[in-house]
Structure formats: structure tokens, C-alpha cells
């Protein structure tokens, strides 16, 4: 199984997928979008303290890769773009579903306390984080509100919000999966994040 590398082969591969719901397909376009689901759940488990304490990397990632598997068998994207948004969808849901079910006040971690925590295999002690209390911590709320903000966004505005937050693409990368100009990215990513700042004053993305 070799995961496509470039716009034209994944494009190849969501074709084959939609004719003829080649498995393999579908498993080598996982492939390649794990690897950016994994960036951005390590990225994002910072910024989720109720999640971060329970749950390591490998489980957000295995739970948000089962969930584009099973997209996949519903609905075929037409290009990379497309898959990208996809993959973006399913990190998203994952992340809050887990904020969820940490938080909740009969949740195992709202009825426990411990000095440890244990982060991608690692057991540590809260105080080797503690850099982490001088900012504030983030709620479920704020997390809902961002999305629904994000979710509300104008079409090519949210394209790029999601490639940049969600899945940490590059703009140069953004740029080329939209077959458009570095100057536009930006332009929209700008637009996005003072969009979200007159909905969310004091948490402007960056």
C-alpha cells in the first residue's frame, strides 16, 4: 500500500474509489490523510486540557481516521481539496465528542484527581506543565463557540480556516490544493481570523 503524494495522484486514487469502491483506494488515501491528522491532533491536544489528561495522541488519531474510513464509504470527495475538508470534518468531531465525554459531570475525570497525567506514553507530573496555568483554560464552551463561528464563516474562508487550523497545512500548501495565489490565501486566512474575532472577542486565532 503506497499513499498517493501529489494533488494528481490522490485525485487518481478518489476516482478509482468512486467507480469501483476499490479498498485499497480507500486505504491509501487514509493513509495519506493520517499523517496530517496526526499533526494536527498533537497540535490540538494542547488546547484541550480535558481531553489531553485522558486520552493520548495515538487514540484521537485512531478514532478520527475510523470516522474518515467510514465517510469514505459514504461519500467519495472529487479532489484533494475535497478530501482535505473531509479529513478536517472528522477532527473536529472527534475532538469535541471527546471534550464531551471528559467534561460532563458524571465523566470519569470530572469524579477524579490525580497528580499525573499521562501524554502520548508518557506518565508526567502536573507541576513539569505548570508553565501551561499562566493561560487560561479552555472550556467546552469556548471550543463550541469557535467551531459554530468557524461553521458560519463564508465558503472560501472556511476552506482555509480548516486547512489551517485543523489539519496545520502550510499556506504555501493551501495555495496549491486551491489552485490559487499565496496573496489570496493569506487574504482569507486574515478574513477568517477578524471574522471570529468580532464573534469571539479576545480569541482571535493565530
Known amino acids: ?18 467507480e469501483t ?7 491509501d488515501l487514509i ?19 480535558a481531553v489531553r489528561r485522558w486520552e493520548e495522541t495515538d487514540d484521537v488519531v485512531q478514532n478520527a481516521v475510523l470516522r474518515l474510513d467510514r465517510a469514505l464509504r459514504q461519500t467519495v470527495p472529487l479532489d484533494a481539496r475535497g478530501l482535505v475538508g473531509l479529513a478536517a470534518t472528522q477532527v473536529r468531531r472527534e475532538l469535541l465528542d471527546l471534550a464531551k465525554k471528559h467534561r460532563g459531570p458524571e465523566s470519569y475525570g470530572a469524579n ?9 506514553g508518557e506518565l ?11 493561560e487560561p483554560d479552555d472550556t467546552l464552551e469556548r471550543w463550541t463557540r469557535l467551531h459554530a463561528a468557524a461553521d458560519s464563516l463564508p465558503e472560501e474562508e472556511r476552506e482555509v480556516f480548516h486547512m489551517c487550523w485543523y489539519l496545520g ?36 486565532p493565530e
Not at 4 to 15: F, M, S, V
Not at 21 to 27: F, H, N, P, S, Y
Request: charged share 40%; hydrophobic share 40%.
Open 1 to 18: 500500500m503506497v499513499a498517493p503524494q501529489d494533488d494528481r495522484q490522490i485525485g487518481e486514487t478518489l476516482r478509482r474509489l468512486g
Open 169 to 204: 497545512l502550510k499556506q504555501e500548501e493551501i495555495a496549491r490544493l486551491l489552485d490559487c495565489s499565496l496573496r489570496t490565501v493569506k487574504r482569507r486566512w486574515e478574513s477568517a481570523k477578524e471574522r471570529l474575532a468580532a464573534a469571539m472577542p479576545g480569541e482571535r
Open 112 to 120: 477524579h484527581e490525580t497528580n499525573y497525567q499521562r501524554l502520548d
Open 21 to 27: 469502491q476499490d479498498a485499497a483506494a480507500r486505504e
Open 31 to 49: 493513509v495519506w490523510a493520517s499523517e496530517r491528522i496526526r499533526e494536527i491532533a498533537q497540535r490540538m491536544l494542547r488546547t484541550f486540557p
Open 124 to 134: 508526567r507530573a502536573k507541576i513539569a506543565d505548570a508553565a501551561d496555568e499562566r
